[in-house]
């Protein structure tokens, strides 16, 4: 630990006020510009640092960890999913890991009934429309969309961010529908006014609209596969504001272009930012650059909630938001 203060390596530029704390706090090397770093760089800030803050844009898999050095104690993601970071590797190397949940549940909530909104509405219709100057005036049949009063919402994956929705969209007059690894205490159920659905496959055939909100880890990813898409009812529209990997997105292309799906909001991609090409040109979707979580206020809580990671783990005490997968 150089001059007694812990060193500490940032992968991507934060913003200025989380930088200017760390800096006051830690012995810290910021990015020059905001580019992602290269595997090479990350590797090489494994070897050096005893803190690295990824982001999810940082593959920190199995190699990578191997070639940390000694000195290497902790990783304090900026984010709360961590689905691509080796934990279990880096835990059985003595490296903590850590997250920032909780920060971003209302953004990304808000942002999944935008979508919602956005796809049943026809918003970007609307939107272009306006832009290219070819609306011509009101009419009776134009733009016409789906109301969501009355709906069925079923949200895949209850959790923080879910019952944020769930909360959302009982305000918005839709009947809410869950599936979940466990199924919620009664009073929380009854006060989201939630009905539980033990089989996926059930669920998933009966709802107007699906929304994804549960991490990926192995056993979701693809939960959301082929023959679950076939399930959904023509009418029925899919949003996804978690991770891109829940879905396959070929076969989501696939329902979509065939007409079996009515459409779909998406705010992250199996493949990060290569989203496959044939979703860009579709009228029914609604594609987002994963920007969930993307308000200054959601940003700078989780560079103060990685802070308070690294300062209660330089203290020697236990970090709020351990990882323990
Ligand atoms: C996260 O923190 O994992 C979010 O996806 C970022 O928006």
């Known amino acids: ?184 205490r009664e009073e929380t159920e009854a006060a989201l006014e939630a009905t539980y659905w033990e089989s996926l496959d059930q669920m998933v055939a009966r709802m107007d609209v699906l929304s994804i909100n549960c991490p990926h880890t192995p056993s979701t990813f693809h939960l959301m596969n082929a023959r679950r898409l076939k399930l959904m009812k023509p009418s029925a529209v899919i949003v996804n504001t978690s991770r891109g990997e829940v879905i396959d997105e070929n076969a989501l292309t696939r329902q979509l272009k065939s007409g079996a799906l009515a459409g779909a909001g998406l705010d992250v991609y199996e493949h990060g930012s290569e989203a496959n090409p044939d979703l860009r040109a579709m009228p029914n979707v609604v594609m987002l650059p994963h920007m969930g979580s993307a308000t200054e206020e959601g940003r700078v809580e989780m560079g103060e909630k990685v802070i308070i990671n690294v300062k209660t783990f330089a203290d020697g005490h236990r970090p709020p938001d351990l990882v323990l997968q």
Request: net charge positive; hydrophobic share 45%; charged share 25%.
């Open 1 to 184: 630990m150089a001059s007694g203060r812990l060193s500490v390596v940032v992968t991507r530029r934060l913003p200025d006020v989380v930088e200017t704390r760390l800096m006051e706090l830690f012995d810290v090397k910021l990015r020059a510009d905001d580019t992602p770093m290269s595997r090479d760089e990350i590797a090489a800030a494994l070897r050096e640092a005893d803190v690295l803050i990824p982001t999810l844009n940082d593959r920190i898999d199995n190699s990578l960890i191997s070639q940390a050095g000694p000195q290497l104690r902790m990783i304090a993601n900026y984010g709360a999913g961590v689905d691509h970071i080796d934990v279990a590797t880096a835990r059985q190397r003595g490296i903590q890991v850590t997250n920032t949940p909780g920060v971003l549940t209302d953004d990304t909530a808000d942002m999944t009934m935008a979508l919602i909104l956005a796809v049943t509405r026809r918003i970007p219709e609307g939107l272009a429309a306006m832009q290219t100057g070819e609306w011509d005036g009101w009419a009776p049949t134009a733009f016409l969309g789906g109301r969501v009063a009355g709906r069925r919402l079923g949200i895949l994956g209850m959790g923080r961010i879910g019952q944020a929705v769930a909360r959302r969209a009982r305000a918005f007059g839709m009947q809410v529908h869950y599936h979940n690894r466990h199924r919620l």
